[in-house]
């Protein structure tokens, strides 16, 4: 059995320094891997990425995360990814990575996401190049999710994104602003890849459990919805190995 | 013209792009006279950065802040996905 911690936009500021790592110090009694689901900073400036660091690196679990659009401000997205790297935290954007959790291969492919909306409800690249440019990157950020997630070889395959590849864990939000939020085109991306669990963050008002149109599993951890410091969801690899290798 | 939906437009906006706040979901509310701010926020001093930029843009009208700071405790169980 493999547990995987997750929480999404924890949205550190520099005046929170030192308040949120004791709620991490027994993390291995409880979870075998961390997951960071964006909105790590409220202002996306590299004081608030130090905190971040500060807070999540080293702990007794492998910590991997993804970026969120408060992450992205101040234009220092790269700056923020560095930073946390050289401190030991996996940050993913259209990348993957796998531990080995007691011989199991856990494969966590992952990346910031992006809005649009979703079947039959979503923007379109037509129109203004503004209109465009906005459809052309979710297209992009899903194409790359799928290139990661095919890319993966391992027992349990997580999909970790800010931004939401599902309506059902938006229930809560508006629904005009679900464009805003997620985009069907994640979810395309991980209903071709055999994915096992699907954890975003980002819709602060959603409700946490939903799945893709496809039937994989999706979690919205983000914190105000799951008000403690992360959520534990247990997996078990496949006991049938799927028709072609994984 | 003082109409109550551009009012709510305009404070949810700076709550949003004020970097005091940088706040993109807290709700905002206009009942009569009375301004009701609810959602949940990371600690308390953003909770009171809130009430402060709120102030600003709610002329004549009575603040109540219902915003909550988010529990960060460790987790009491774990859901099975299997
Ligand atoms: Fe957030
Ligand atoms: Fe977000």
Redesign the pocket.
Same mark, same amino acid.
């Given at each position: 059995m493999i547990r995987i911690g997750a929480v999404?936009?924890v949205?550190l500021g520099v005046d929170m320094r030192g308040t949120v790592r004791p709620s991490y110090a027994d993390i291995a009694e409880h979870a075998d891997l961390l997951l960071l689901a964006g909105?790590l900073t409220r202002l996306g400036t590299v004081a608030e990425g130090e905190v971040v660091a500060d807070e999540f690196a080293g702990l007794d679990v492998p910590v991997i995360a993804v970026l /969120?659009n408060?992450d992205h401000q101040s234009d220092a997205e790269d700056k923020i990814t560095g930073l946390l790297t050289d401190r030991g935290i996996t940050v993913l954007e259209g990348s993957a990575t796998v531990l080995d959790v007691d011989g199991v291969r856990v494969g966590v492919a992952g990346g910031k996401g992006f809005g649009g909306g979703f079947a039959g409800k979503c923007g379109h690249a037509f129109g203004e190049r503004e209109m465009k440019a906005f459809i052309h990157h979710t297209e992009e950020v899903a194409e790359r999710l799928r290139t990661a997630l095919q890319g993966l070889t391992a027992d349990i395959r997580i999909a970790l994104t800010h931004y939401s590849p599902s309506a059902e864990t938006l229930r809560g939000e508006p629904p005009e602003i679900f464009p805003f939020l997620g985009s069907y085109q994640l979810a395309e991306a991980i209903d071709a890849s055999d994915v096992d669990l699907a954890v975003h /963050?980002?819709a602060?008002y959603g409700t946490e459990s939903g799945t893709t149109a496809g039937g994989v599993r999706v979690r919205n951890v983000?914190q105000p919805i799951i008000q403690a410091a992360y959520r534990v969801y247990t997996l078990e690899p496949a006991a049938v190995e799927p028709a072609y290798p994984r | 013209m003082n109409v109550p939906q551009y009012d709510v437009a305009e404070l949810r906006r700076a709550l949003a792009e004020d970097p005091r706040t940088a706040e993109?979901?807290v709700q905002v509310r206009i009942r009569g006279d009375q301004l009701f701010l609810t959602g949940d926020v990371a600690c308390p001093e953003r909770r009171a950065a809130i009430a402060e930029v709120a102030a600003e843009h709610s002329d004549g009208l009575a603040l109540h802040n219902e915003v909550r700071v988010v529990r960060h405790d460790p987790p009491t169980g774990q859901e099975d996905l299997r």
């Open positions: 999404g936009d949205h909105d /969120g408060h /963050g980002h602060h983000a | 993109l979901g």
